[in-house]
């Protein structure tokens, strides 16, 4: 086996060799245990980069080896693949500036950044998990390794958060893990391929294969907050605004709706799966979830809770997406799972940047912000301008791929499902803008900090600026070579293929 071959390897290894070296620093070594952290990420950054290119090229990526007779352990770099894993190490190291300067006054820095590491290695292993066995150990080490970072505070209502937490994705993964044996049991270890195995499916196998589906989705759809599986999420936003913005942009929704495209495109077929008829009714699923998620978004007051919401509704984008059968709207679908991560971490890290300089964590709280943090208060008018959908913004690629790729399909009804959510999505966004920018602040703040020159610290004043840059750009640029939605347009052809 070539040195090549174990690239994926190294990728992963890069965050795993961080946690344990940052759980031994001692706290006061902040120097030592930033650079290890940017290091790391660094690493992993240049890894998945030279594995893009060289997955675009055609070289193959990847190792195996048996953990019991007839169960593999494997990992393995395709273009799929290295669309999570991109999303990942970008994010990764865009948060870890923030959260240097986030916790840069907490307790127990050392015990969050050795789990935050812990958590996207994990988040790395989803991505190039080769199978469903392999998937589903790193699925379940994210769940493991996000609860400390969810509990971070040890407050009662953090460790009430997390506890909740814990329920949902324990019972999701036992679901998960019953659904991946029945299918072991029925088709044995099926490794992740383009098109699917099960194109000439026995027709005796297709009741199980179409109840084991549903299984899979719904161990999957816990983590990706799919309507009734998403109550763990609103309540975790008791997490310090690093953790939401990894909750919500990087790892645990977009490893559950990155599992389900992985289950229907790879394990199943996009043709077997609208063959055995299940394709519409997650359509329908999808479509429920993200008007439901808008809707609840309308009656928050805290600001964190309505990205929340907001979340539940953008995630089954990527959802509905697959389920539009052809290569336009599955694009559609694909290229959200990284605009929707560019975007909600802009609007985390905006808010974030709020509570921690003015002490605001209510939208009543807003009025004039804009005035005081103008740099921040842009970034998150271009989030949510990209949200919404907005012309030339990455929301708008996403919607306007999707729409023509129902149209396409003749989903008609999913023109109306994407409008209205839009419309809804303005709803909730724009009265918060317009606080920010055209309302005269209600006296003084409700906990003011000044960082000197800039409106806020360095470490929380940058990355929001430079992810609202990105969420224009990947619009503007999205007919570009190596473009999110070019590298979509790659896959679904692929699948797609004959």
């Known amino acids: 086996m070539t040195l090549t071959a174990w690239m994926p390897v190294f ?81 990764w190291l865009l948060t870890t500036i923030y959260a240097v300067g986030y916790l840069e006054d907490s307790p127990n820095r050392s015990r969050f950044f050795g789990f935050f590491s812990l958590c996207v290695a994990s988040t790395t292993g989803i991505a190039l998990a080769g199978n469903l066995f392999t998937f589903f150990l790193f699925y379940e080490m994210l769940t493991l390794s996000t609860y400390p970072l969810v509990v971070h505070r040890g407050t009662e209502k953090a460790l009430r958060a997390g506890r909740t937490y814990l329920i949902y994705t324990l019972t999701g993964g036992a679901v998960l893990l019953l659904s991946i044996a029945w299918l072991h049991g029925v088709a044995g270890d099926l490794l992740f391929r383009e098109g699917g195995h099960f194109i000439d499916a026995d027709p005796a196998i297709h009741t199980s294969l179409i109840i084991i589906f549903i299984l899979l989705v719904a161990g999957l759809g816990v983590k990706a907050a799919v309507f009734p599986l998403h109550g763990w999420l609103p309540q975790a936003m008791v997490a310090p605004a690093p953790v939401s ?25 996009i043709t077997p799966s609208s063959t055995l008829g299940l394709l519409q009714p997650l359509a329908w699923l999808a479509a429920f979830t993200m008007i439901y998620g808008s809707v609840r978004a309308l009656a928050q007051v805290d600001l964190k809770r309505l990205l929340a919401f907001s979340t539940v509704s953008q995630v089954s984008y990527i959802i509905l997406g697959i389920c539009l059968f052809g290569p336009v709207g599955a694009a559609g679908g694909l290229v959200h799972l990284l605009h929707q991560g560019i975007m909600k971490i802009t609007l985390f890290f905006c808010a974030g940047n709020y509570a921690e300089t003015l002490g605001i964590h209510r939208i009543d709280e807003m009025d004039g912000a804009g005035r005081r943090m103008p740099g921040t208060s842009l970034a998150f008018t271009i989030g949510a301008f990209g949200m919404i959908g907005a012309p030339p913004l990455a929301g708008f690629i996403t919607k306007w791929t999707m729409g023509t790729g129902a149209l396409a399909a003749n989903m008609d009804w999913v023109i109306a499902v994407l409008v209205l959510s839009s419309l809804l999505n303005a709803a909730y966004f724009l009265p918060i803008l ?54 979509a347009e790659l896959i679904v052809l692929r699948e797609y293929s004959p």
Do not use: C
């Open 11 to 91: 990728a992963l290894m890069t965050s795993f060799i961080a946690s344990l070296v940052i759980f031994v620093l001692p706290e006061k070594g902040y120097r030592l245990r930033t650079a290890v952290n940017l290091g790391a990420a660094l690493m992993k950054l240049v890894l998945v980069i030279v594995m893009v290119w060289g997955v675009f090229r055609g070289v193959d990526y990847g190792v195996r080896f048996t953990m019991v007779p007839g169960v593999e352990f494997v990992l393995k770099a395709d273009a799929l693949a290295m669309m999570f894993a991109g999303l990942s190490a970008v994010l």
């Open 245 to 269: 913005a990894l909750l919500h942009a990087v790892a645990v929704v977009k490893a559950g709706a990155f599992g389900i495209v992985r289950v229907v495109y790879n394990v199943y077929g």
């Open 434 to 487: 317009h606080r920010l920018w055209f309302r005269e602040a209600q006296g003084e703040w409700p906990n003011e900090r000044h960082w000197g020159r800039l409106e806020t610290s360095a470490w929380l004043f940058w990355p929001p600026l430079f992810t609202a840059v990105v969420t224009v750009l990947v619009g503007v640029l999205a007919s570009l070579p190596f473009s999110p939605l070019s590298w």
